[in-house]
């Protein structure tokens, strides 16, 4: 059996008992006493798009036609619905929706007077039973009550029945509504007393005609001043019009002036890209050409160090230990490099090495030894003496006999440099006297350049800071490795005045004038 529902929640609701049996007195006070809803005006539009929107609305609502698709009614319906509606109209049963019936609720087409004509039918057909006399009291009893809802869902805003829950939800709503309400009266109430305690006085009044008339002369003048504005107005509009043509005339003028100006800057920028171009040109070239004149040939090409205890020249060790044996190649290119130096540095400070001739040949270089009586041969050549400055190296050390050719070569190295270094010294004492004598430089002597260590050289010995130079004995190799770092270093020593004597040429002249020497 349908049972009613909430028509919020859709919660199946029983109805009070004091429902059940209600007389047609008490349902028609309970009817009468629902307030009826009065129809409200609709609402105003508050914007010009709305305004536009409503009016359209109404304009098509007057000139509208046909609908363009109707509803096919059966004549069994037209029929059973001719007493009561039009019979292309349907409707929806609300008493069905007010019910929770046992399957979906369902659209009909036919009126309720038909419906209930029907279950009557139905009624008298089993009316031998009393149970379906107590099913009929019932249904009619719950048509009374869905038919009182109808009423009241009618002449209100809410849709009825409502159960105890959404009761209280409604009811909590509607006390936000009146207290927004009351606040809303309250503050029209007050802004009524407000305006009723405005009222003007007679006084305020003949003071505002005044005011008034005092308004209405400043507008009459006020509009004389407006006038004369205007004409004004038109002399300026016709002076801006002058203007502009002369502003016209300008702008052309302007356009001129900068065309002929960025002809003129973009020369200008040639002009200037073609200088610092040259700028960086000369400053390039002005850099490679300190780098060139700061560079040291004689450096450059002649290398020399240390590695330890072994001297060096172009990366080659000269010397031999036993806990370090060099290998004689790289004695004997060290050697000849040497050799190399000592022929490059008496050439450059022409100093003429007597008694000696070196042949400067790598691995391989030679001392010639020339005699003093010098026999030509056939060819024009001299004879002399020939010192192999290398060795094969096969021959075990302490065996001095097998190296006195090699010795001889070293003695005879030896006393070339010592040579060169002589002069070198006569040199640069010559040059700091004729310095002391100079009137610039009276009164501070200069002293002249001493080599590193002494050599002194013999018949057949030479030696250096006090070491030999032989290579022959038991024990000597250190001895030998020493002398031959000092020998070295008194090669660089005459390497770094010649390189001085290169950069500054007129040092050499000087020194040639004051040895009474023509180069």
Same mark, same amino acid.
């Given at each position: ?13 029983k ?10 007195a008490s349902?028609k006070?309970l009817a ?5 809803l009065?129809p409200?005006?609709?609402h105003?539009?508050?914007s010009?798009?709305?305004k ?9 609502s ?27 109209m349907?409707?929806i049963d ?5 019910m929770?019936?046992d399957?979906?609720?369902?659209i ?16 008298s ?6 149970? =379906?006399d107590?099913?009929e ?6 048509a009374t ?5 109808e009423?009241?869902?009618a ?6 029945p409502v159960?105890?829950?959404?009761t ?9 509504r009146?207290h927004?309400?009351?606040?809303e009266r309250?503050?029209?109430v ?7 305690q405005?009222v003007?006085t007679d ?10 008339e005092?308004a ?11 006038e004369?504005?205007e004409?004004e107005k038109?002399r ?13 005339a ?11 100006r960025n002809?003129?800057?973009s020369?200008l920028t040639?002009f ?6 040259l700028q960086?040109?000369l400053?390039h070239d ?8 700061r560079?040291?040939?004689?450096n450059?090409t ?5 590695d330890?205890?072994?001297?060096t ?12 044996p060099?290998?004689w190649?790289?004695?004997?290119a060290?050697l000849?490099? =040497? ?7 008496s050439?450059?400070?022409?100093c003429r ?9 790598g691995?391989?270089s030679k001392i ?8 030509a041969t ?5 004879k002399?003496?020939?010192?192999e ?6 021959l075990?050390?302490?065996?001095g006999?097998?190296y006195?050719?090699f ?6 190295l030896?006393?070339c440099?010592r040579q ?9 004492t010559?040059?700091? =006297?004729?310095?002391q004598h100079?009137?610039?430089g009276a009164?501070?002597?200069l002293p002249g350049?001493?080599?590193p ?7 057949d010995s ?7 130079v032989?290579?022959?004995g038991?024990?000597?190799?250190g001895?030998w490795?020493?002398a031959c770092k000092?020998?070295?270093t008194c090669?660089k020593?005459l ?14 002249r000087e020194?040639?004038r004051?040895n009474?020497?023509?180069?």
């Amino acid at each position: 059996m349908a049972a009613l529902i909430c028509q919020k929640c859709r919660t199946p609701l029983k109805p009070d008992s004091s429902l059940e049996h209600l007389n047609p007195a008490s349902f028609k006070i309970l009817a009468d006493a629902a307030p009826a809803l009065e129809p409200q005006a609709p609402h105003a539009p508050r914007s010009a798009a709305a305004k536009e929107r409503r009016k359209q609305y109404d304009e098509v609502s007057q000139h509208a036609g046909p609908p363009m698709q109707k509803r096919n009614v059966s004549d069994s319906q037209r029929t059973s619905g001719k007493a009561h509606a039009p019979p292309d109209m349907s409707y929806i049963d609300v008493t069905a929706s007010l019910m929770a019936p046992d399957g979906p609720v369902e659209i009909h087409s036919t009126p309720t007077k038909s419906r209930s004509r029907a279950g009557k039918k139905l009624t008298s057909g089993e009316s031998t039973s009393g149970k =379906a006399d107590g099913g009929e009291a019932s249904s009619h009893r719950l048509a009374t009550t869905v038919k009182l809802f109808e009423i009241l869902s009618a002449r209100s805003d809410i849709d009825h029945p409502v159960c105890a829950e959404c009761t209280e939800l409604l009811l909590d709503g509607l006390q936000k509504r009146q207290h927004a309400v009351l606040r809303e009266r309250d503050a029209y109430v007050d802004f009524l007393k407000r305006a009723q305690q405005d009222v003007p006085t007679d006084e305020e009044k003949a003071k505002t005609k005044r005011d008034l008339e005092d308004a209405r002369g400043r507008e009459t003048k006020a509009l004389e001043e407006l006038e004369a504005l205007e004409a004004e107005k038109s002399r300026m509009e016709e002076e801006i019009a002058e203007l502009d043509a002369e502003a016209e005339a300008l702008d052309e003028e302007e356009d001129r002036f900068w065309q002929d100006r960025n002809a003129f800057v973009s020369e200008l920028t040639a002009f200037q890209e073609e200088r610092e171009s040259l700028q960086n040109q000369l400053a390039h070239d002005s850099k490679i050409l300190e780098s060139l004149q700061r560079t040291n040939v004689y450096n450059d090409t002649f290398c020399i160090g240390h590695d330890g205890v072994f001297g060096t020249i172009n990366g080659l060790r000269l010397g031999r230990l036993a806990e370090h044996p060099v290998e004689w190649a790289e004695i004997n290119a060290a050697l000849g490099q =040497a050799v190399l130096l000592l022929a490059v540095v008496s050439e450059k400070l022409r100093c003429r090495i007597k008694g000696y001739r070196l042949v400067p040949m790598g691995s391989t270089s030679k001392i010639v030894l020339e005699k003093p009586e010098v026999v030509a041969t056939g060819q024009g050549k001299t004879k002399g003496t020939v010192h192999e400055l290398y060795s094969s190296g096969h021959l075990p050390f302490g065996l001095g006999a097998f190296y006195g050719g090699f010795d001889a070569a070293m003695v005879a190295l030896l006393e070339c440099l010592r040579q060169v270094g002589e002069h070198v010294e006569r040199q640069s004492t010559a040059s700091a =006297a004729q310095v002391q004598h100079s009137p610039s430089g009276a009164g501070s002597p200069l002293p002249g350049m001493k080599m590193p260590y002494e050599i002194v050289t013999g018949k057949d010995s030479g030696r250096i800071g006090g070491l030999k130079v032989h290579l022959g004995g038991v024990g000597k190799e250190g001895d030998w490795t020493k002398a031959c770092k000092y020998l070295l270093t008194c090669c660089k020593f005459l390497l770094a005045h010649a390189s001085h004597v290169a950069s500054h040429p007129g040092i050499e002249r000087e020194e040639v004038r004051g040895n009474g020497r023509t180069s």
